[in-house]
């Protein structure tokens, strides 16, 4: 199939690459000309393990190209992927203009059938605007040519994308049409080769479906940072509790883990955008406004540690801090709660030396403007002269340090781990402080 790509960021240029990979042609269109001269010149403007050997494959193989040219974008492909962005707009709901602006280019220059597929999470009744601006333009240019307007949401994760796109455990299709149905069906033929993933609806229900999963995923993070609070005034232990909980297969391990608050280019910005749909439709979603109130607290759990040990005033403090992607294995800072952190010990007047195995680029970009962050090359290399280490991000080489050069590195011997990575008693043994997320009882 002849499949065009709107938007070549972390959903666009994987599902464009993972296309090509089982024999599509695919042309990626991004109105950023930097990305597509890095893609063109054979580089990754993103970080995203394995997406390098797929791009690269395909771009050898001739199946994938990239282009800023929106005539030649929309010529290619029968099928038209909008893979753009959907910020927060200044209320928090979701911003559509760049959606509407990839309508109405398709609009503007089609001169055959096309299928356009919302791939961005968009709200419930975008494909209906979808569909009207692409009409209005043809009503503008006075020709009939026909088209179908289906709703695709994305589910992968970053830091596995290419996996996720390659093995999806659902494709979310909503429409109403036969001739897109039966396009989405093949389409998506290679990618449901053991069983049947396809799970089609209505178009609206697919929009609400996104949404629905980001909301559920928030509320049992929040509801973890909650109960870890708690934990920590009763003096229980949340890891204990959470495997506790999570051996209940009505409940299940995952998305289970306390910590220091979430963030990405996802969770924070769906959640608001959710609860704004519900605002507007005359209804307000109390759980998942608590959901979204609970994070915004989170984010400042590991300052009211820092401060409580170290005082409000943290001028003269210097302080190491591991990881400033908002997850592992992604250079995303979107919202990540590293931001607020460096943000908030600055302000006290604390400076800070950050180290991310591949983030610090982007912190260097978000923080041009910041003279107290400095960088580190390596992790150990944070510390010199530090009071104490802050983990924001449980990146793989943060599992198992030198617990012993740290405490000889650190001025005080304090470790404030968002992300409850190591066993405390260690941490005790070899005589520092650990400050972790509802411990509330020391684990020896
Ligand atoms: P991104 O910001 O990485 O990429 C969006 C790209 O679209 C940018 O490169 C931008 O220059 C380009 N663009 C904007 N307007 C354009 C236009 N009219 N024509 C061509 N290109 C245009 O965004 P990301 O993270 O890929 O997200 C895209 C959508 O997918 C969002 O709605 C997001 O919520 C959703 N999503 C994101 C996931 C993620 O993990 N990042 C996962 C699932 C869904």
Known sequence: MKITVVGTGYVGLVSGACLAEVGNDVLCLDLNPEKIRILKDGGIPIHEPGLDQVVSRNVAAGRLHFTTSIEEAVRFGTVQFIAVGTPPDEDGSADLQYVLAAARNIGRLMTDYKVVIDKSTVPVGTADKVRGAIAEELVKRDVVVPYSVVSNPEFLKEGAAVEDFMRPDRIVVGADDEQAINLMRALYAPFQRSHEKLVLMDVRSAELTKYAANAMLATRISFMNELAVLAEKLGADIEHVRQGIGSDPRIGRHFLYAGCGYGGSCFPK???ALIQT????????????AVEDANEAQKLVLVDKITRRFGSDLSGKHFA????AFKPNTDDMREAPSRVL???LCKRGATVTAYDPVAMDEARRIFAEEPRLSYA?????ALDGADALVIVTEWLEFRSPDFSAIRKTLKSPAVFDGRNMYDPALLLANGLEY???GLGIKRN
Request: hydrophobic letters at 50%; aromatic letters at 4%; a neutral charge.
């Open 377 to 381: 090359v390596r992790p150990m290399q």
């Open 270 to 272: 769906d959640v608001k």
């Open 321 to 324: 801090l591991w990881g400033l």
């Open 278 to 289: 519900a605002a507007s439709a005359g209804q307000g979603l109390k759980v998942l406004q």
């Open 435 to 437: 400050e972790a997320i």
């Open 342 to 344: 460096i943000s908030e």
